[in-house]
């Protein structure tokens, strides 16, 4: 390390994310799908497998992630990690991004270099020394990235030692911003992270001890900041194996190495039910909630990316984008949610139109829960349920920006868009109130039976002081549904008038600042009384 080496981060103040990593057996082809679905089912948020092409007892990674796409509605899928020597990479850059449209924005690329060089050169690939597999796989996420960029017009030139991608087609764009996770553990390969990677995702059982974060972490930062980005710009995964110890230790344990070596997302090893059901409904909850109150106790919370009341910015595309007052929880509110340790998302106050469609100063809010009031591990998990579904809405914003962005640099049809909007959530479900939260609420919390009642009518039955403020949000409900129905009318008008994006960007921006501005305010009212009254009478 040179005397440049950046001070250690020990907290990179991530959301925390928690996963599993299955076997993709073949002696029993549903048994991966299954367990997927029970990972979905326990609340998890990403699920991966194994990609070992040459390996005759597995399932094709690829063909597997496919159908648990189909299958699986909410969690996050990925390769841990794909074997880059097998897996060509301007094929494998349009295969990730055709399933993340086919899922709805839910891929992420886990990448590595291959281990078993004798199994993958009986399969074809060329036996490289470890320095030129570092070179080609810095070669391979220049031609991922390269195939992913469909708004460019240059030619697209990767002309490497390993891979030469010359003229040929871009796109298509994956449906969000997707993740590029790196396997690594030696020097070369976590400075490629630093400098490239947008995750570092090493396995537990081959690091010696937590020394090994430390240093991994220190050289992934330096590089960074060397390439000029933020360290934090790097999530920091884990793989982890099922503790010997009970569940307070194994929270503890996953907290320590959240705070003191910054790891922002733990997947778990293992194919046993038990063991999924456990690290989804009891763990990660628990985990949630002690990180959350060290956090707060040392004042460690990363700030919002907008400061409400700066000056007006411009945005990509040099439009002017201003700003609000935020909705935000107010001090009493910020300390009730303190203490649930569960934080609404906050209101930065960016509005990217000229109006809004209602006026959000009228809006009625609760009384905030006194100091006297407390809440369980479950009752968070029921509050961050909420946000968690408000956090799929929100990647499905993003999706319908880049569906626009496709339509109006001619690599989608408008008849394309139409059909990928429709098929999202926000349209599906017409906006009935609570309906959506109640099926994803069904699904992942699967141990507590939602009877045929929805979460939103109970909360109006048990809690009377809401319902002036479930009527507005119903009300808001019906017109982010007439805006959603603007973006499919303003994709008609389009066909007419291609060369003029003016109504179609001002139907994006309207349901951008109608639909972020609505889920923060549904979060500030609702989070805290869904985890202080949000189950059922008679329930534990």
């Known amino acids: 390390m040179t005397s440049q080496t950046p001070t250690p981060r020990t907290d990179y103040g991530h959301d925390l994310q928690f996963g599993t990593f299955h076997t993709p057996t073949n002696q029993q082809p549903q048994q991966a799908v299954t367990l997927a679905q029970l990972s979905e089912a326990a609340g ?43 897996r060509q990479p301007a094929v494998l850059a349009r295969s990730a991004a055709s399933l993340d449209l086919l899922s709805n924005g839910r891929v992420e690329l886990g990448l590595g270099t291959g281990a078993f060089w004798d199994a993958m050169v009986a399969m074809g690939a060329d036996r490289l020394t470890p320095g030129e597999s570092v070179r080609a796989l810095q070669e391979a996420i220049a031609v991922i990235r390269s195939i ?88 920091r995964l884990l793989n982890i194996s099922p503790p010997r110890g009970g569940t307070d230790a194994w929270v503890e344990r996953l907290a320590e190495l959240a705070l003191g070596h910054g790891i922002g997302t733990f997947i778990l090893a293992a194919d046993d039910p038990n063991a999924i059901q456990v690290f989804g409904q009891e763990v990660a909850p628990a985990v949630r909630e002690l990180v959350a109150a060290e956090r707060q106790s040392a004042d460690t919370q990363v700030s919002p990316a907008v400061t409400p009341g700066a000056a007006p910015e411009s945005d990509a595309d040099g439009q002017i984008v201003t700003t609000t007052e935020p909705g935000g929880p107010a001090p009493a509110a910020q300390a009730q949610y303190d203490r649930l340790g569960v934080h609404p998302t906050p209101d930065d106050g960016t509005r990217l139109g000229d109006s809004m469609p209602w006026d959000e100063s009228t809006r009625p809010r609760r009384a905030e829960s006194g100091p006297e009031v407390t809440y369980t591990a479950r009752g968070a998990q029921m509050g961050k349920h909420l946000i968690d579904v408000h956090d799929m809405l929100r990647d499905e914003l993003a999706q319908v920006r880049s569906i626009i962005d496709q339509v109006k640099a001619s690599t989608l049809d408008v008849g394309s868009a139409r059909s990928s909007l429709n098929e999202m959530t926000m349209k599906q479900n017409n906006w009935t109130l609570g309906a959506y939260c109640s099926r994803y609420c069904t699904t992942v919390t699967s141990h507590h039976s939602l009877e045929d009642t929805s979460v939103f009518p109970h909360l109006r039955s048990v809690e009377k002081e809401l319902t002036p403020v479930l009527d507005r949000l119903e009300q808001e409900h019906i017109v982010i549904h007439d805006v959603i129905e603007s973006v499919d009318r303003a994709l008609v008008q389009f066909v007419s008038t291609p060369d003029d994006f003016t109504a179609l960007d001002d139907a994006v921006n309207a349901l951008s600042d109608t639909l972020l501005s609505h889920l923060s305010y549904e979060e500030d009212q609702l989070v805290e009384p869904l985890a202080r009254v949000g189950f059922y009478r008679g329930q534990a």
């Open 148 to 235: 992913w960029a469909a708004g460019d017009t240059s030619v697209l030139r990767v002309d490497g030692e390993f891979h030469h991608v010359v003229g040929a087609k871009r796109g298509p764009a994956p449906a969000h911003d997707m993740g590029i996770w790196l396997g690594a553990y030696k020097p070369r390969m976590l400075r490629v992270t630093g400098r490239l990677a947008d995750g570092w995702l090493p396995s537990e059982g081959y690091l010696k001890s937590d020394d090994d974060l430390r240093v991994g972490n220190e050289i992934i930062d330096e590089a960074a900041d060397g390439a000029g980005r933020d360290p934090r710009d790097v999530r």
């Open 44 to 86: 998890l948020d990403l699920v991966t497998f194994q990609d070992h092409p040459y390996q005759p007892g597995f399932l094709d990674t690829w063909t597997l992630l496919s159908y648990v796409a189909a299958r699986t509605e909410r969690v996050h899928l990925a390769p841990n990690v794909a074997n880059l020597p097998l």
